[in-house]
């Protein structure tokens, strides 16, 4: 079965040329008929007047195509062109137009209308049929049409993860009976489905399709089930399979159709499926944005929707980028995650997910519509890490196994706890998945090769390289970091005796060592007593140095200090 949502004007004969096809009213479930070839198509017949948009945005979302009515008599109307860019903004790309009553006007001019409003959009060279419910003229060239069209439309996987958006429920004694489309998946009598957004488990007792009882049912269809164990049911509500998706309350999304980010309000309502969902918006690039939602959805990347205005009219349609976005706390982070997302496609896949991420569960990328990519590295059959990440925090996990083993001679090998947190890792095992030759694990250790050199070692060669010709000119800070000569690498090498490092009244001066006993000595030959910039002088560096050499001096007390 395929469903097929109406859209258009109101009164301009959806409902009669949906009875006309059908032969039945249409109902909560959606009429249905069989088309020439046996395929079958069920109708999803939405409100056209200007105060439902949301019930049409509830009925029009899952629907894969569209029935566009623009009546003969009247032509393009103001809640034709507000359908048109709500199915613009879902991403419709699958119809067929009905110029309706052309037994009341010549429809050409109603047809001339809608083909230019069309043009541009998704639904430009979609076949156009002139047709009257009353008299049946055209009425087989529309069923032609549809048939053509349900041939056209993309067979979904029976085997995807179920979520059912509900637009239609009432409660009769202990029974709960609820509609709605089933979009992709299969659902089997006896299942249990969680009903969003409480994450209440409740149970699949029948299934009715196309005025049927089932024993199971796949998308896309028109279904109504019969739910045991379910509370209160509201409309907008989905029934979704557990673990199959991400529940959350904050995504990253892209603008794909009317203003941009920056234009929209700050408060908006987003319609995804038939979940209508109050939201703040924050504005993060031109065509994205941070929005924070009042109440819980299950989501994939890729979803779309649409955000709108009640007040102003407006609407925006929207892609979900990220089910799992980070916080956006320091000064700049929006910025950084606006050009981030700028390279993102509509729908990322999981090589761009688990590229953010670094390290992700394989459940992780499936709960949010990813399939693990090419060249991810599996860990413990659980885990994947994006290749770049995994390379980088190997070399960290050296650094890291070196650093420490020059700070605890005694006790080289740095405990698989600390190396998790300072890596960030989000389990110990991934530490011992990390280790590769020349490093080792030994008794919850990790130990760097016996041969290993610090990592600050050639840092302080080239420091001595530098003061070769004047060994007193201790470099500026700009000079230490391009040295490598700041920080942890730092602290180790004074430790280790490496460097002499001098500090005080917020400078800093790094020497190497003994450079304090051989000034000591080029001073005591000068006349006594004598001044800073006479020892500066001597010593063939800056009074900024001289000065801190003499405060270290005086403080071992090989000097004395004496005021004018």
Known sequence: MQVVTTAGHGGHGKSALVRALTGKDTDPPGAWTELPSGRRVAFVDVPGGERDVPAMLAGAAPAPAVLLSVAADEGWMPQSQEHLDVLGALGVRFGVLAVTRSDVADPKLALRQARERLAGTALRGVEAVAVSADTGAGMDELTAALDRLAGRLPVPDPDA???????????????????????????TVGDELLLMPAGERVRVRTIGCAGEPHETVGGVSRVVLTLRDAGRVDVGMALVAADAWTHTTSVDVRTRFGEASGRLARRMTLHLGAAA????????????????????????????????????????????????PPTLVRRGAGAARARELASWPDRPDGAIVLRRHGVLRRAELSVMGCAPPDGAVALNGEWLADPAHWESLFERLAEEAALHAAENPHAPGIPLETVRLRLGLPARQLVEALVRPPLRVEAGRVYGPADAQPVWTAAVERLKADLADSPFDAPAPDRLAELGLTGDALAAAERAGAVLRITGDGDEIVLPPGADQEALRVLSGLPQPFRPRQAADALGTSRRVAVALLRHLDGLGLTERRRS
């Open 161 to 187: 993860p179920v979520r059912l958006w509900i637009d239609h429920a009432f409660t009769a004694g202990r029974q709960t009976v609820v509609t709605g489309t089933l979009t992709a998946g299969t659902i």
């Open 277 to 324: 969902v109050p939201v703040r918006l924050r504005p993060l690039g031109p065509d994205t944005a941070r929005l924070t939602l009042n109440s819980r959805l299950a989501l994939h990347l890729g979803d779309t929707g649409i955000l709108r205005d009640p007040e102003r009219r407006s609407i925006a349609g929207v892609s979900v980028l990220d089910v799992r």
